[in-house]
C-alpha cells in the first residue's frame, strides 16, 4: 500500500483531533469530568501542542465543581473545555461512587512536570500567562535549569484589571507570534476557566488553567507529602500552610461538595 504526503498528514490530523474527542466523560455534579489516565492525557495534549490547535484544558477539583454548580457560565466553560480532568481525590471517589468505574487521580503538578519534559524532548514552545513578574522570573530559571532545551517562548503578567480591547488584541498577537505550542494560564478559578473559553479560537494552542500552581513548581508553597495526597487530604496540608486565606474558603466549599455529591448520588440509585 501507497501513502501520499497528502494523505499521510490527512492521518495525522485525524488522529490529533480525535485523540480527545474520543475520550469517555461523566458528569460529576456540573461538570463532565474526562475519564482518561496521566499518560493518555499527555499524549493528547501534546498531540494538539504539536499542531497549535486551539484546545483547552482544565483541571477539576472540589473547588471548581462547586464555583460550576453556583455559577453556570463557569460549568459552561469548564464543559466546554476540551479536556476536564480530574484534579482531586473526591472526584476520583466520586467516579468510582456514581459509576463504578476507575479513574486515576490526574495531578495538575505531575501533569505541567510531565508537558514540560514532553516540550524539551518535542521541540515545543511554551508560554506562561499569568502571576506576577518575580514569580515568572523564576519559574523561566526554574525551567532552564531542570528543561535545560526547553524553549520558552515568552511570558506575560497581565493586570488584575480586565484588559481593554487593545490590551487583549497585543496578548493575542504575543502569544500566537511567539509559536508557542503550550500556554500555561496561571489566573486562578474560575478566572483562568473564563479566559480561557474567551480566547479559544483567536489563540492558536494549547491553553492550560494551571492555578496556584507556579508557586509550588518554584518551592515557594509546599507541596503535600504523596501519602496525604492518595488519601484526599492535600487540602488540609494546604490549610495549615494559609488558614486564613483558605479557612473559610475550604469550610464552605468542601461542605457544599459533600451536599451537592449526595443528591446526585441518592438521585442517580432512586
Known amino acids: 500500500m501507497f501513502f501520499t504526503l497528502q494523505s499521510i498528514t490527512i492521518l495525522v490530523s485525524q488522529r490529533t483531533t480525535s485523540s480527545y474527542q474520543n475520550l469517555v466523560r461523566h458528569r460529576v455534579i456540573s461538570l463532565n469530568l474526562t475519564n482518561a489516565s496521566h499518560e493518555t492525557l499527555v499524549d493528547g495534549i501534546m498531540m494538539n501542542a504539536a499542531h497549535r490547535r486551539s484546545r483547552t484544558v482544565c483541571f477539576a477539583n472540589v473547588h471548581m465543581v462547586v464555583e460550576a454548580h453556583l455559577h453556570s457560565t463557569v460549568a459552561s466553560a469548564v464543559n466546554k473545555a476540551d479536556w476536564a480532568i480530574t484534579d482531586g481525590m473526591p472526584l476520583v471517589w466520586a467516579i ?9 487521580r490526574v495531578a ?4 505541567i512536570l510531565s508537558l514540560l519534559d ?23 530559571q526554574f525551567c532552564l535549569h531542570n528543561f535545560p532545551s526547553i524553549k520558552i517562548a515568552g511570558t506575560i503578567s497581565p493586570p488584575f484589571r480586565a484588559l481593554t480591547d487593545a490590551e487583549e488584541k497585543e496578548v493575542i498577537e504575543t502569544i500566537n507570534n511567539s509559536g508557542a505550542g503550550l500556554v500555561f494560564v496561571a489566573l486562578g478559578c474560575p478566572k ?22 507556579l508557586p509550588m513548581l518554584i518551592g515557594e508553597k509546599k ?11 492535600e487540602w488540609l496540608f494546604r490549610l495549615v500552610q494559609e488558614p486564613r486565606r483558605l479557612f473559610k474558603r475550604y469550610a464552605v466549599t468542601n461542605t457544599l461538595f459533600v451536599y451537592f455529591f449526595l443528591k446526585q448520588l441518592i438521585t442517580q440509585r432512586s
Open 223 to 233: 507541596r503535600a507529602p504523596k501519602w496525604i495526597q492518595r488519601i484526599g487530604f
Open 192 to 213: 483562568q476557566e473564563l479566559w480561557m473559553e474567551h480566547m479559544k479560537h483567536r489563540i492558536q494552542a494549547v491553553m492550560l488553567g494551571i492555578g496556584g500552581a
Open 108 to 111: 495538575g503538578m505531575d501533569m
Open 118 to 140: 514532553r516540550a524539551e524532548k518535542e521541540n515545543i514552545s511554551i508560554f506562561f500567562y499569568g502571576c506576577t513578574p518575580d514569580v515568572l522570573q523564576r519559574v523561566r
Open 96 to 104: 468510582k461512587s456514581l459509576y463504578g468505574l476507575k479513574q486515576d
